[in-house]
């Protein structure tokens, strides 16, 4: 028998069709059978721990727009996973997960490795999830994952597939088959929507991240000011949809009901497009809109109009519906020109020791290449990140679409191979906390065996510093675990290969930055900073 009439070759095949030809993955046994004599065209990704694998592959397809094939170990490394496979679900990254089950002819008795209720494990943060009946199904079973990955709203899907099943006979060669991404919305409704928009006196347009992983960065950017139209940026974004140093830009919306409601106080028309009606957290009461405004949001994921708690919803492709919005409103020259957001950019007289996160921010804003990418996991401090170092351009900012940590560090990874996969240099800038950098610490290695582009800069306060920001705002004094002492972050990085350095002035991260820019390597730089409370 030769090798191209088994199912490993005809899947293979298949792969190399829909270009899935790099596989991030950590390899345990049950998966060994599809992973040996492993092809000279494909390309293995190793990552140290599962929760890792799954953030280089949710970055690296998004930045390649196309899906993303990851390979994990049995139900145990697919629970490692399942942290960051969370944020890949919120996200509508198609990811195509595979995990290996157990011989078929050992399932029936619970053996060790076997994949109990294997399709049941990754619910409900995957579209589909799927162990093929027959060892013949599996080529056709990668061929559906790959449709229901890509098909709108896009997101993670799972395979569990037997150990044994590779090496079976199978004659002929896959059927492929080509699937829609986008979904045009119904273009009566729309033209309602344009006519309640152009009639509107003081229009807000809120852009999510469906805008920018649609492609839709122009548009937005030429329906606001077609309309001459205030935009906000939507709660909580893990892509940002419009350029935050635009003079019609006002800020971030909010988190909680009553700060939305509040920041939306007189406007009589809210727009939402790509975006749930609203990412909430935390709970602080309030109206969900002002009194005398309405809502009307455009998204391409039923389950996100669905879950609206106000407003109008029409569902499509949100690139597509800007465009199309943009010859049927009317022009907003009579309107009042929106205020631009407000950036006092104060900082201290005397240099602060530790340093401050505004210095921080405020030295990277001169260092920061204009093309830089940036990843961004420092959670007390993103209004900061907003305020000195605006996103001015489409696919340059990156964060987790999950409530979790431990996403950015190998989100950074991700976002670097998939740069260098479609022919781009940029530097890569993974803004850290150093909480959030411990989850998947094991990433930077990765990173350094690439010698990818990444200047990681650690904000180090040795504390959960958002964590205490919502025990104040919740009133939950005396929470343990929340303080960081002992950590040797740059010993750390060294350690897995990484160029690392220690901080203190704004003067030493100046030149260590622009020294990471040409290093040829991964750096880790480590700042001490004073704790910033969190604007909530």
């Known amino acids: 028998m030769t090798e191209r009439s088994t199912v490993r070759s005809v899947t293979y095949d298949l792969l190399r069709t829909l270009k899935l030809t790099t596989v991030f993955g950590n390899p345990g046994s049950t998966e060994q059978p599809f992973l040996q004599d492993f092809p000279e065209d494909f390309t293995y990704i190793l990552a140290l721990q599962e929760a890792s694998v799954i953030a280089m592959a949710d970055t690296f397809a998004q930045v390649t727009r196309r899906p993303a094939l990851v390979n994990v170990h049995s139900s145990a490394g697919l629970g490692n996973a399942v942290g960051n496979l969370v944020a890949a679900y919120h996200g509508n990254t198609p990811l195509i997960i595979t995990s290996g089950q157990q011989h078929r002819e050992l399932v029936i008795g619970e053996?060790?490795?076997?994949?109990?209720?294997?399709?049941?494990?990754?619910?409900?943060?995957?579209?589909?999830?799927?162990?093929?009946?027959?060892?013949?199904?599996?080529?056709?079973?990668?061929?559906?994952?790959?449709?229901?990955?890509?098909?709108?709203?896009?997101?993670?899907?799972?395979?569990?597939?037997?150990?044994?099943?590779?090496?079976?006979?199978?004659?002929?060669?896959?059927?492929?088959?080509?699937?829609?991404?986008?979904?045009?919305?119904?273009?009566?409704?729309?033209?309602?929507?344009?006519?309640?928009?152009?009639?509107?006196?003081?229009?807000?347009?809120?852009?999510?991240?469906?805008?920018?992983?649609?492609?839709?960065?122009?548009?937005a950017v030429a329906l606001a000011e077609k309309l001459r139209a205030s935009v906000y940026g939507a709660p909580l974004l893990d892509r940002a949809s419009f350029p935050e140093n635009h003079p019609h830009f006002g800020g971030p919306l909010g988190m909680s009901v009553k700060t939305i409601s509040d920041r939306l106080a007189g406007h009589d028309l809210v727009v939402v497009i790509g975006a749930e009606v609203f990412r909430y957290y935390p709970y602080v009461p309030g109206d969900f809109l002002p009194e005398g405004t309405e809502l009307l949001q455009i998204t391409g994921d039923p389950g996100v109009a669905a879950a609206a708690r106000v407003g109008d919803s029409l569902l499509g492709d949100p690139k597509t519906a800007i465009e199309l919005l943009l010859d049927m409103v009317a022009e907003g020259s009579t309107r009042t020109a929106p205020e631009p957001m407000a950036r006092p950019r104060e900082l201290p007289k005397v240099p602060n020791s530790p340093l401050t996160p505004p210095e921080v921010y405020a030295t990277l804003s001169r260092v920061r290449p204009p093309d830089a990418v940036i990843v961004n996991e420092s959670t007390s401090t993103m209004a900061q990140q907003i305020e000195w170092l605006p996103t001015v351009g489409t696919g340059s900012f990156f964060a987790t679409a999950s409530g979790g940590i431990g996403w950015g560090t190998p989100a950074a990874v991700g976002v670097a191979l998939g740069d260098r996969d479609r022919g781009v240099e940029r530097p890569v800038v993974g803004l850290i906390g150093d909480g959030s950098f411990q989850y998947s610490v094991q990433a930077i290695w990765t990173a350094a065996q690439h010698s990818l582009p990444i200047v990681y800069v650690v904000m180090r306060n040795h504390e959960y510093s958002i964590l205490k920001s919502f025990a104040v705002l919740e009133e939950t004094p005396g929470v343990p675990g929340l303080d960081l002492p002992g950590l040797d972050i740059a010993s750390v990085a060294r350690g897995f290969g990484c160029r690392a350095v220690d901080v203190a002035t704004t003067q030493d991260l100046e030149r260590e930055f622009t020294a990471a820019l040409t290093a040829g390597t991964t750096t880790v730089i480590v700042v001490p900073t004073r704790p910033q409370k969190a604007m909530l």
Not at 144 to 152: D, G, V
């Open 111 to 219: 053996p060790y490795l076997g994949n109990r209720e294997a399709t049941t494990l990754p619910k409900p943060w995957v579209k589909w999830s799927y162990e093929p009946a027959r060892a013949e199904d599996v080529p056709d079973a990668f061929m559906r994952a790959y449709a229901e990955a890509l098909q709108p709203p896009a997101g993670p899907v799972f395979l569990s597939i037997p150990m044994d099943d590779w090496k079976r006979p199978l004659s002929g060669s896959a059927r492929v088959r080509t699937v829609s991404d986008r979904v045009a919305p119904d273009t009566e409704r729309l033209r309602g929507f344009a006519d309640r928009i152009s009639t509107s006196r003081r229009p807000a347009l809120v852009f999510g991240p469906e805008v920018d992983r649609s492609g839709g960065w122009d548009a």
